[in-house]
């Protein structure tokens, strides 16, 4: 919505992106990790999976790339540093960091920012948050970073990505009774096809030692072997105190829907629920539209041989009943309101406010 002219932004602050320097023993036993991944697959377990480690701290969402990398030429050289506060101030301002607990304050990011540029800024926020949880390493998820997976990997060029992939039939049938998201499964599955094609393309441009990929199912059906297999990607010992996720209290804002399943041990039979919650019409759709896809990842088709949909059908899902389907659903979203809202007060600022001072 606020990322007009991105690329014309993007060109203007590469100058300003740099990894910070490295040295060889601690940076490759705290290299940080990003779990990245469509929507409604499973990366908000994972990451509480993986924040149970005694050395890992995976933090809420922190929307940090999709929200400020566009918008960086507004801040100015971050060597500047009232510019580094301007932005910190920002960061911590948005919904879903100040819903982190403990809550992080300016003063403490700011002294962790050893590099002048957004990297810096970045790590100094990980690094403030890892540390109030007492551990040396951090990870983040954010699932609107699959299409910012280039900017992650030019500012933190030896960071490892991880990937999990869920059924898009359970994908688009979670996104219809989700708060955020598609609502309708015409455009679910469409989602899921294009952030799986970002996916294909980040494997492709990064060296197999540094991606992770594993499925939503196979971490219920074989949790401890799918999560050691994780630890070793990432250079750390397994700890089987992972699998008790649900003991813990969110450290961050998590959507109801989510949070219920969160407070109790892994529910090994959550998978295949569009058997159910699909009508005929429905998985018709979803098919149609995912079928390569599902074939690709190795989901069996319920459809044989794959379905198709019209030119009018298709026009029919996307402008007829997804689009007003999903201002409706904006329209009683409160937290969802509460995350645009903060984004537009920033954006604002810096489009008019900050350049008549």
């Given at each position: ?9 993007i060109s203007i602050t590469k100058n300003r992106i740099a990894a910070p320097p490295s040295s060889a023993g601690t940076e490759r036993e705290n290299t940080p990790f990003f779990i990245i991944s469509c929507g409604r697959s499973g ?41 580094q506060e301007r932005l910190v101030t920002d960061i911590l301002s948005t919904f879903h960091i100040r819903n982190w607990t403990p809550p992080l304050n300016k003063e403490q990011v700011l002294a962790r920012i050893v590099s002048p ?84 393309q980040l494997k492709a441009a990064v060296h197999p030692d540094r991606f992770f990929e594993l499925s939503y199912e196979d971490l219920l059906d074989h949790p401890m072997e799918q999560l050691s297999k994780l630890c070793d990607f ?124």
């Amino acid at each position: 919505m606020f990322l007009e002219g991105r690329e014309k932004e993007i060109s203007i602050t590469k100058n300003r992106i740099a990894a910070p320097p490295s040295s060889a023993g601690t940076e490759r036993e705290n290299t940080p990790f990003f779990i990245i991944s469509c929507g409604r697959s499973g990366s908000t377990l994972l990451s509480r999976m993986l924040n149970q480690h005694p050395r890992i701290a995976v933090s809420g969402e922190s929307h940090l790339f999709n929200i400020f990398y566009p918008w960086l030429a507004y801040y100015g050289n971050l060597s500047d540093r009232q510019n580094q506060e301007r932005l910190v101030t920002d960061i911590l301002s948005t919904f879903h960091i100040r819903n982190w607990t403990p809550p992080l304050n300016k003063e403490q990011v700011l002294a962790r920012i050893v590099s002048p540029n957004f990297t810096g800024v970045v790590e100094a926020v990980m690094k403030a948050w890892a540390d109030s949880q007492g551990k040396p390493r951090w990870g983040e998820k954010t699932p609107q970073h699959v299409y910012f997976w280039r900017e992650i990997l030019e500012c933190f060029p030896q960071g490892k990505i991880v990937h999990i992939v869920r059924d898009g039939r359970d994908v688009a049938a979670s996104f219809i009774r989700a708060q955020f998201g598609p609502k309708t499964y015409y455009s679910a599955a469409k989602r899921w096809v294009r952030e799986l094609e970002e996916i294909d393309q980040l494997k492709a441009a990064v060296h197999p030692d540094r991606f992770f990929e594993l499925s939503y199912e196979d971490l219920l059906d074989h949790p401890m072997e799918q999560l050691s297999k994780l630890c070793d990607f990432l250079g750390e010992p397994c700890f089987p105190g992972m699998l008790e996720f649900y003991k813990s209290d969110p450290s961050n804002y998590v959507e109801n829907i989510n949070l219920i399943n969160l407070k109790q041990p892994l529910m090994q039979e959550n998978k295949q629920k569009w058997r159910k919650q699909m009508k005929a019409g429905d998985l018709r759709i979803v098919e149609a539209v995912a079928w390569k896809t599902l074939k690709e990842y190795g989901y069996e088709l319920a459809l044989n041989p794959p379905p198709s949909l019209s030119k009018t059908e298709k026009v029919s899902e996307h402008y007829i009943k997804s689009l007003p389907r999903k201002w409706a659903a904006m329209a009683v979203h409160r937290n969802g309101q509460a995350y645009e809202w903060s984004k537009f007060k920033i954006y604002f600022r810096l489009r008019t406010l900050d350049r008549l001072r």
